[in-house]
């Protein structure tokens, strides 16, 4: 499946969270993800992207660990149904989205914390979150620098992949 459907199915599960756990289980979702497109980019995308790409892969799996690992089906994990990444730089903008808002959830979480662990992993996983987001932002950054540099007429190729 396609990363820019499964980031808008992560987007609209975290949306739709009504509990701590579902929350939870769906910022782990999110993080997951992050983890699978950065290992996809660090492999195979623009060489550009590759170190911040693995940076993220890492900072995501920072943020895996940090929260409980929620009980999945295997078949449930949208990390693993990632075949497919056909626009670096769109799957990069709705992952950024995605992260932001990971990052508002926690703060909302952490905000009604009713014990010192929760709050702290919870502000933990934000900063994973944040940290994620800040790496999506810079390859965006090196994206566009990229297209910047071409020369005028040059055609790139639109996944960047």
């Given at each position: 499946?396609?990363?820019?459907?499964?980031?808008?199915?992560?987007?609209?599960?975290?949306?739709?969270?009504?509990?701590?756990?579902?929350?939870?289980?769906?910022?782990?979702?999110?993080?997951?993800?992050?983890?699978?497109?950065?290992?996809?980019?660090?492999?195979?995308?623009?060489?550009?992207?590759?170190g911040e790409a693995?940076?993220?892969?890492?900072?995501?799996?920072?943020?895996?660990?940090?929260?409980?690992?929620?009980?999945?089906?295997?078949?449930?994990?949208?990390?693993?149904?990632?075949?497919?990444?056909?626009?670096?730089r769109l799957t990069?903008?709705?992952?950024?989205?995605?992260?932001?808002?990971?990052?508002?959830?926690?703060?909302?979480?952490?905000?009604?914390?009713?014990?010192?662990?929760?709050?702290?992993?919870?502000?933990?996983?934000?900063?994973?979150?944040?940290?994620?987001?800040?790496?999506?932002?810079?390859?965006?950054?090196?994206?566009?620098?990229?297209?910047?540099?071409?020369?005028?007429?040059?055609?790139?190729?639109?996944?960047?992949?």
């Open positions: 499946m396609d990363a820019v459907r499964l980031i808008g199915t992560s987007r609209r599960a975290l949306a739709q969270g009504t509990d701590r756990p579902e929350i939870m289980a769906e910022v782990w979702q999110a993080q997951a993800l992050a983890q699978a497109i950065g290992s996809r980019l660090a492999v195979s995308g623009p060489p550009e992207l590759r693995l940076g993220l892969t890492e900072l995501a799996g920072r943020g895996c660990g940090v929260l409980d690992a929620p009980e999945l089906d295997p078949g449930d994990l949208r990390a693993a149904h990632l075949t497919e990444l056909a626009d670096a990069l903008l709705c992952l950024g989205g995605l992260l932001g808002e990971v990052g508002m959830a926690l703060v909302g979480m952490a905000s009604s914390a009713t014990d010192e662990t929760a709050y702290w992993q919870c502000m933990e996983a934000i900063d994973a979150a944040d940290e994620s987001r800040d790496r999506v932002l810079e390859m965006l950054r090196k994206l566009a620098a990229r297209v910047a540099a071409l020369p005028e007429g040059a055609e790139d190729s639109p996944s960047g992949v």
